[in-house]
């Protein structure tokens, strides 16, 4: 059974750039697609972008965000990552990470972490 | 990008009763929705895809149906352990959008 677990700061100043890392386990990271998806009180739920790695990596990303956001993944390390650049008292969130359900191409997520707070502030 | 309405806010429903969950998108999503269930500190679970497929373990008390824009998540007799939070999600277009939420709560 394939688990998730997010890391990572869980404080940020504004301006600055929240990392995060999901590490995963029990199984490859090289399918699939692995996704970040963030929850706050303010906006809900809101997909952030995802990556798919088959050898070559391939992303997408929320137009809202996709100015200041980069995932990646180290395949070596069964680990992706987000970058959220700028970081702004808005994105002070719960952020999950998730692969997506077997054969759904990315459009819904079957297993996610338990998800980490990060918080936006001086 | 597209908007997901879900209604009510909060339903109050009794054990063993039925609970029904609408969910509006602001155009058609053909039948790409999905339901997933939340509940505190947990994340989402998925529980629908394709409007009315239930994913792998998901009980037969929980049944989804529409297309289009007007979709509902069925709870045929509510269990203690089906009192969360749940939200549909649209992945016609992208970016995939959520609605906001129905939380159903013990009447």
């Known amino acids: 059974q394939v688990q998730l677990r997010e890391s990572g700061p869980g404080l940020v100043e504004p301006s600055e750039t929240l990392s995060l890392t999901c590490t995963v386990s029990?199984?490859?990271?090289?399918?699939?697609?692995w996704s970040w998806i963030r929850q706050s009180p303010g906006k809900g739920l809101e997909w952030i972008g995802y990556?798919?790695?088959?050898?070559?990596?391939?992303?997408k990303y929320n137009p809202s965000l996709e100015s200041r956001v980069t995932i990646s993944v180290d395949a070596s390390k069964n680990q992706f990552y987000l970058k959220v650049r700028s970081v702004s008292a808005a994105d002070t969130a719960v952020y999950f990470c998730?692969?997506?359900?077997?054969?759904?191409?990315?459009?819904?997520?079957?297993?996610w972490g338990q998800g980490t707070l990060v918080s936006v502030s001086s | 990008e597209i908007v997901m309405t879900q209604s009510p806010a909060t339903l109050s429903v009794s054990p063993g009763e039925r609970g029904t969950l609408s969910c509006r998108a602001s155009?058609?999503?053909?039948?790409?929705l999905a339901w997933y269930q939340q509940k505190p500190g947990q994340p989402p679970r998925l529980l629908i895809f394709?409007?009315?497929n239930r994913a792998t373990g998901i009980p037969a008390r929980f049944s989804g149906s529409g297309s289009g824009t007007e979709f509902t998540l069925t709870i045929s007799s509510l269990q203690s352990e089906d009192f969360a939070v749940y939200f549909c999600?649209?992945?016609?277009?992208?970016?995939?959008?959520f609605g906001q939420g129905t939380r159903v709560e013990i009447k």
């Open positions: 998730g692969r997506d359900y077997p054969h759904s191409y990315g459009d819904y997520v079957g297993y």
């Open positions: 029990g199984g490859s990271i090289s399918t699939y697609y």
């Open positions: 990556i798919y790695n088959n050898g070559r990596e391939n992303t």
């Open positions: 155009q058609s999503v053909r039948s790409n």
């Open positions: 394709g409007a009315s």
């Open positions: 999600q649209q992945y016609n277009n992208w970016p995939q959008t």
